[in-house]
């Protein structure tokens, strides 16, 4: 089954449910006119008052292809958000075990958000031990024949999933937060990851 996913940086746990999937064959959209205030360029983590998003600056220079979507380079935002995911996750049971691995997701230098998050993505495939293989797009078709999630997560509002309650380090103060970036369900599950994501039920 050929799925269209669009290219988010360090997805949330729903959109692992589709790309782990053996069945699904997955193509990355990159021709799309880039939609603001989306997973593209911003993730959620659980912090310490609560939920947490790290937004990647965008240099705009007039281009609005994702492939061509460049970060800006004047704010250290690379470091920001690794020290905001350190102070996050630290204390999570998992986070020393993995931490050297997601370092490398903040090393890479460049200016483009695709290439970024798809070095983030394979960083995270490493993690979880799937050698999964993707193509991108070559050009944008309004109505694809392959299954169009490009528009089915949003990071304002909640998709039809039933997600299983697992512990989160601030959970006693603020409750379970569902869907949270992969990162959460790495430094809270370790290598049960893979099967949470395989367990996924959709309504």
């Known amino acids: 089954m050929k799925i269209l996913l669009p ?45 947490l998003s790290l937004i990647i600056p965008m240099n705009h220079n007039g281009t609005r292809l994702l492939k061509d979507i460049e970060v800006s380079t004047r704010e ?21 075990f993995y931490e050297d691995q997601l370092a490398e997701i903040y090393t890479l230098k460049t200016k483009s958000l695709l290439e970024f998050n798809l070095h983030a993505i394979k960083v ?18 309004r109505e694809p024949e392959s299954l169009n999630y490009r528009n ?4 304002k509002e909640k998709i039809g999933v039933d997600l299983e309650e697992y512990f989160q380090s601030f ?13 959460d369900l790495i430094c809270n599950k370790g290598p049960e ?5 395989k367990n996924i039920k959709f309504k």
């Open 7 to 51: 290219i988010f940086y360090l997805p949330p746990i729903s959109w692992f449910s589709f790309f782990v999937d053996p069945e699904n064959e997955i193509i990355f959209e990159q021709y799309e006119n880039f939609p603001k205030q989306t997973y593209r360029n911003r993730t959620n983590i659980y912090g310490a008052n609560g939920k």
């Open 76 to 96: 250290k935002w690379q470091k920001i958000h690794w020290k905001s995911i350190k102070t996050a996750y630290q204390t999570t049971p998992y986070f020393e």
């Open 124 to 141: 995270i495939q490493k993690i979880l031990k799937i050698e999964k293989k993707f193509t991108l797009t070559e050009e944008y078709i």
């Open 193 to 197: 990851s893979l099967t949470y994501i």
């Open 171 to 183: 959970s006693d103060k603020y409750g379970f937060l569902p869907d949270l970036s992969i990162l």
């Open 152 to 155: 089915h997560f949003s990071a």
